[in-house]
């Protein structure tokens, strides 16, 4: 992946965090959403409450580079999208393969342009990441597929579709952007899509939520099955984007590894999942007040079994900071990670500062209680960013997180956030 430049972050030790702190708005609602936004033909499509990550800006981007007017207006965390002209079906490497919601504008450059070419999708590289969920779901609504390779080497995906019709789409398992894009690729087809094994995940909805706004006819979301209705136009809408139950679960463990206490603003428990019983075995207490979460911990942190799955399992995205937690607890805790082949690289980070891990495959033991202590990281993915952050914050000493363009894809403001609570953290880029 090109970096432009490169981020770090210096991170000491030691300091328990206490205070206030905002939850961002979802990354993973937030580029659904922008996807959605360019299937309305007419209009300006306004989201509020958008996490200023490079995720985000690489979405602004994106949008400008297929023909539509898009504004990010930062201090308002508000995103101003005109896409009443589409000029391009084009979605160049450059920017496409810097992040994987890239591959959430398709379906909008189906319907208004007839075709989508993918030079490239990007995203964390997490293992083996394929896309067959989405190409069988278009290709059932008549769409053609076609791979060339370009002169630089590089493989081209080619997506024609003349008028998509519905049908009977599924996904092999609950894939999450698999069922954002099967859904919009529906809501403009002609007839009636029954979607199987649709995932479940809050963000999914808050996307059907949106689109049913624009006219779409979306049921059963939240179900494993989704029926939606073709319908001829979309319109554009004002929508506020959900918290980010990721950004909200790594502050939960920010108090926990510190031994802190913050409110969350924003936070939801339901949204945490598994994941919330799983740090209140920990030793987490959660105190849910409207829409602020109180989380704290007094006592020592006990070890943990995890499993990932889809939600409301323990999210694959939190499967990387409760290592870094669970690197402090009195005792052996066990992860097994059910949803991507390749998420472990964090533990060879987390060797360097001292932590016992053994890893088998997908699944991962780490021998705690081991005391942390500074060293130079690497972030090779963005939730390996969110916890190394976390062991910096625990650790003896100073830890510099390098590649650290990748925590900025999905955290937005995180030295400022942290070090409002009282942690020693700065960003650094050159
Ligand atoms: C932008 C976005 O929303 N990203 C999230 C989304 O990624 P993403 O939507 O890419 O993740 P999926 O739910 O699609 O992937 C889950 C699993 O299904 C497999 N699979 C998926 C699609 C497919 O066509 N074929 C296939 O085999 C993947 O390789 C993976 O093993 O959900 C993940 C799992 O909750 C999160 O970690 C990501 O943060
Ligand atoms: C895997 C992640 O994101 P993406 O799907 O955007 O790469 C993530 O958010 O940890």
């Known amino acids: 992946m090109s970096m432009g430049h490169e981020v770090r972050y210096r991170v000491r030790g030691g300091r328990q965090l206490h205070g206030t702190v905002f939850v961002q708005g979802a990354k993973n609602a937030v580029l659904p959403m922008i996807g959605a936004s360019l299937m309305a033909s007419r209009g300006r499509t306004v989201l509020r409450n958008v996490p200023i990550i490079e995720d985000v800006r690489r979405a602004v981007e994106l949008a400008r580079a297929v023909g539509a ?12 999208i005109d896409a009443s002209s589409l000029t391009s079906p084009v979605l160049p490497a450059d920017i496409a393969s810097r992040f994987r919601g890239s591959f959430l504008f398709v379906p909008a450059l189906l319907h208004r342009l007839g075709e ?53 789409l599924y996904c092999d398992t609950p894939s999450h952007t698999g069922t954002e894009n099967l859904i919009m690729a529906a809501a403009l087809a002609h007839g009636t899509t029954l979607i199987k094994n649709a995932a479940l995940e809050p963000e999914v909805l808050d996307n059907i939520a949106i689109l049913q ?19 001829d136009e979309l319109t554009a809408v004002e929508h506020t984007v959900m918290p980010d139950r990721i950004d909200a679960g790594v502050f939960v463990m920010a108090a926990a ?26 030793g987490v207490e959660f105190h849910q007040q409207g829409a602020v979460l ?59 500062m001292g932590a016992d891990i053994e890893v088998d495959g997908n699944r991962a033991k780490v021998n705690g209680p081991r005391g942390l202590r500074g060293a130079e990281v690497e972030a090779h993915d963005l939730r390996c960013g969110s916890a190394l952050v976390l062991a910096g914050l625990a650790a003896e000493g100073e830890t510099t997180i390098t590649s650290a363009y990748y925590l900025d894809r999905g955290h937005a403001h995180t030295a400022e956030r942290l070090s409002q609570l009282g942690a020693d953290i700065v960003r650094e880029a050159d």
């Open 213 to 231: 706004a624009m006219g779409a006819k979306i049921s059963g979301g939240g179900t494993g099955f989704i029926t939606v209705e073709g319908v």
């Open 294 to 352: 109180q989380v704290r911990r007094e006592r020592t942190l006990r070890p943990i079994n995890v499993i990932t799955d889809e939600y409301p399992g323990f999210a694959t995205d939190l499967q990387s900071p409760i290592m870094a937690l669970s690197c402090l607890a009195e005792g052996p805790s066990y992860i097994y990670e059910r949803i991507f082949d390749g998420r472990f690289k964090l533990a060879d980070e987390l060797r360097k």
């Open 116 to 168: 989508a070419v993918i030079e490239g999708v990007g995203g964390c590289n997490l293992g083996s990441r394929n896309l067959d969920f989405h190409y069988n779901g278009f290709k059932r609504m008549g769409a053609t597929v076609t791979e060339h390779v370009a002169d630089n080497g590089d493989g081209i995906i080619h997506i024609k579709a003349g008028d998509l019709r519905g049908g009977t």
């Open 69 to 80: 007017k898009a504004e990010l207006h930062e201090t308002e965390r508000t995103l101003v």
């Open 257 to 282: 590894i510190t031994g802190g206490d913050l409110n969350l603003v924003g936070a939801t428990l339901e949204h945490l999942g598994v994941a919330a019983d799983k740090l209140e075995q920990m």
